[in-house]
């Protein structure tokens, strides 16, 4: 009994090891394979940051009822941003505002300007009336939103109808000021 004993003991130091090693070969192939699954991009070389020379975006026409559009953004970078009250619209007596959002991203091409466009248009809502005991009614407005996104291929002086329903047309002009 004292020999079997005495070769447990001294086995499980030894199995203790190899299993120790196999761990660290393991470890090893799934450093290995992960190093390789990685491959880095080549690096490209930076995009110019703004459009060789300034231009202006012009939308011009009607998206949403109460809603005439007639904005114009310029300068020479490729993003452009803005938040505008395009009007406004009466709920119970009080003149609520339209607000719009524009966002283009411009790509200069072979001549083209490549207008990636996102307009949004937030109308009021009446949502509720509340009857009050003492005094007038109140009217809780929300908002609706309307998007219409793509990319227009413009040439320069020459209008992209963008959105038409009916006669409500939306276009969108790309100009070089002179």
Do not use: H
């Amino acid at each position: 009994m004292k020999k079997i004993i005495g070769v447990l003991l001294l086995s499980l130091p030894l199995l203790a090891v190899g299993f120790s090693q196999n761990q660290n070969r393991a470890r090893a192939t799934q450093n290995a394979t992960a190093t390789t699954a990685r491959v880095q991009p080549r690096p490209q070389p930076p995009a110019p940051a703004q459009l060789e020379q300034n231009i202006s975006i012009a939308l011009a026409g009607k998206f949403t009822e109460g809603a005439p559009t007639d904005v114009t953004l310029s300068g020479c970078g490729k993003q452009f941003r803005s938040e505008v009250i395009m009007g406004d619209q009466e709920i119970a007596g009080q003149k609520i505002p339209i607000i719009g959002s524009l966002e283009y991203l411009v790509t200069e091409k072979a001549g083209f300007y490549f207008v990636e466009f996102s307009v949004g248009v937030r109308t009021p809502v009446p949502t509720s009336t509340v009857q009050r005991s003492a005094g007038p009614t109140a009217m809780s407005i929300g908002f609706e939103e309307v998007m219409l996104t793509g990319i227009a291929k413009c040439v320069v002086g020459k209008e992209v109808i963008i959105f038409q329903s009916g006669d409500q047309k939306l276009g969108l002009k790309v100009t070089v000021p002179g």
